[in-house]
């Protein structure tokens, strides 16, 4: 027969097994308590960059590859050029690991150019979006950020900019792709 003091362990044994299956059933399992690091990302440009003649300008736009691997990288570029003729004006846009201090090799690109030698007084100028296309292979954690630069080559640009609105927006992206 039953006496109490069975009747109370067997209830000290039930409150036992069913807080440690409570507590089992609330720690994560492995494969979801790793923090996972994204493989691919995008940003884009908010704001209009306005360039200097002859000097790299170092945009807001970047991204952080994660850690190591290689990584595609892909740029769309939108250069905003105008100018009163005789004009030779260009701007040339590139990749910069900012990790390293040093361009990602090969990957400048001429964003936009205006070439007009008939002398007269009336501005010309327009928009022109460029594609950066690179591969990355880096040992750690790396950030790239999107630069560029305006030449004058005859005359001088009265607008230059890197530019970015609801009508095109510059961006920049990264995927992982391999080790």
């Known amino acids: 027969m039953p006496t109490m003091r069975t009747g109370l362990t067997a209830v ?4 036992l097994f069913v807080g440690a299956t409570t507590a089992v059933a609330a720690q994560p399992d492995a494969a979801t308590a ?16 306005n360039l200097r003649a002859g000097a790299w300008t170092s945009t807001p736009l970047e991204v952080t590859l994660p850690g190591p691997g290689t990584y595609e990288l892909n740029a ?3 250069g905003r050029l105008s100018g009163v ?18 361009a990602v090799r ?8 205006i070439i007009d030698v008939n002398a007269r007084n009336k501005e010309t100028g327009g928009n022109q979006t460029t594609p950066i296309s690179e591969l990355i292979r880096v040992k750690k ?9 305006r030449i004058d080559a005859t005359g ?24």
């Open 34 to 49: 790793a923090p996972t690091r994204p493989t691919a990302g995008v940003e884009h440009l908010h704001t209009q960059v």
């Open 141 to 149: 954690s790396t950030k790239i950020r999107l630069q560029a630069q």
């Open 12 to 15: 000290a044994v039930a409150a």
């Open 76 to 78: 769309d570029v939108r």
């Open 106 to 113: 090969e990957s400048e690109r001429l964003v936009n150019q």
């Open 156 to 179: 001088a640009a009265t607008v230059s900019q890197i530019y970015s609105d609801i009508r095109g927006y510059t961006s920049l992206r990264f995927e992982r792709i391999g080790n």
């Open 85 to 102: 003729p005789p004009i030779n004006t260009f701007i040339t846009a590139r990749l910069w690991n900012v990790t390293s201090g040093a």
